[in-house]
C-alpha cells in the first residue's frame, strides 16, 4: 500500500470502496469503469443514484440545487463570489475540428430537444478577433432557432457596437431588417 487507506479494483465493474445504510441500501461507492475510468457514486435513501462523477464520461448532480460559493442555494445552480472579479461564470467553447467558437446558453421549454432560445458569441466575418458579435436566437414557425438581435463589438476596422434586429450582420448603430412600428 502506498497510502494509509489503499483500495484496488479486482477488475472493470467491481465495487472495491462501499458504504450502505443500516437497511443495506448502498449509499456511497466508487469502481472502475469501462477503459479504467473511475466512477464515484453517491445514492439518496432509496439508492437512486445523485452524484455521479465519472473520469470516462457524463457527470451529474441530481436531485437539488449545487452552491459553487454558497451554502444557501436559490436556484438549481447558484454562482456566488466576493472576489475582485467581473467575471462571475466564464463559458468557453472551442471545436477544433471546425475551428469554430461559439460558446452558448440554450433555453429549452421541456425535457424534449424544443428549444425555446440561445443567447451565444460568435464571429461574424471568418474568426477575425475585432469582429465579434453577442447574438439572441428565437424559433421560428418550423421551431428552428434564428438569429433575431444581433451586437457587434467595437472594432478597429470602425464598428463601433451596432446593434441588428433580423440581421446577423449589422452595418449601422441600428439596422432592422422589417418594419418599424411605434
Given at each position: 500500500?502506498?497510502?494509509?487507506?489503499?483500495?484496488?479494483?479486482?477488475?472493470?465493474?467491481?465495487?472495491?470502496?462501499?458504504?450502505?445504510?443500516?437497511?443495506?441500501?448502498?449509499?456511497v461507492y466508487a469502481y472502475?469503469?469501462?477503459?479504467?475510468?473511475?466512477?464515484?457514486?453517491?445514492a439518496n435513501a432509496a439508492?437512486?443514484?445523485?452524484?455521479?462523477?465519472?473520469?470516462?464520461?457524463?457527470?451529474?448532480?441530481?436531485?437539488?440545487?449545487?452552491?459553487?460559493?454558497?451554502?444557501?442555494?436559490?436556484?438549481?445552480?447558484?454562482?456566488?463570489?466576493?472576489?475582485?472579479?467581473?467575471?462571475?461564470?466564464?463559458?468557453?467553447?472551442?471545436?477544433?475540428?471546425?475551428?469554430?467558437?461559439?460558446?452558448?446558453?440554450?433555453?429549452?421549454?421541456?425535457?424534449?430537444?424544443?428549444?425555446?432560445?440561445?443567447?451565444?458569441?460568435?464571429?461574424?466575418?471568418?474568426?477575425?478577433?475585432?469582429?465579434?458579435?453577442?447574438?439572441?436566437?428565437?424559433?421560428?414557425?418550423?421551431?428552428?432557432?434564428?438569429?433575431t438581435l444581433t451586437i457587434?463589438?467595437?472594432?478597429?476596422?470602425?464598428?463601433?457596437?451596432?446593434?441588428?434586429?433580423?440581421?446577423?450582420?449589422?452595418?449601422?448603430?441600428?439596422?432592422?431588417?422589417?418594419?418599424?412600428?411605434?
Amino acid at each position: 500500500p502506498s497510502g494509509k487507506l489503499h483500495i484496488r479494483s479486482s477488475s472493470a465493474s467491481s465495487v472495491p470502496f462501499l458504504i450502505r445504510s443500516s437497511d443495506d441500501v448502498n449509499l456511497v461507492y466508487a469502481y472502475e469503469g469501462a477503459s479504467t475510468a473511475g466512477l464515484f457514486i453517491v445514492a439518496n435513501a432509496a439508492g437512486t443514484d445523485t452524484i455521479q462523477l465519472n473520469t470516462g464520461g457524463d457527470s451529474f448532480f441530481n436531485g437539488g440545487n449545487v452552491g459553487i460559493g454558497t451554502a444557501t442555494t436559490a436556484s438549481p445552480l447558484h454562482v456566488f463570489t466576493t472576489g475582485n472579479t467581473t467575471e462571475t461564470l466564464i463559458l468557453h467553447n472551442y471545436n477544433a475540428s471546425y475551428g469554430t467558437y461559439y460558446p452558448a446558453i440554450v433555453f429549452k421549454a421541456s425535457q424534449n430537444d424544443y428549444k425555446t432560445g440561445k443567447i451565444y458569441s460568435s464571429f461574424l466575418t471568418g474568426g477575425n478577433w475585432t469582429d465579434t458579435a453577442i447574438r439572441f436566437a428565437v424559433p421560428d414557425s418550423a421551431s428552428t432557432l434564428q438569429d433575431t438581435l444581433t451586437i457587434r463589438a467595437a472594432a478597429s476596422a470602425g464598428v463601433s457596437g451596432n446593434v441588428g434586429i433580423g440581421t446577423v450582420a449589422p452595418g449601422v448603430k441600428l439596422q432592422v431588417n422589417g418594419d418599424i412600428r411605434s
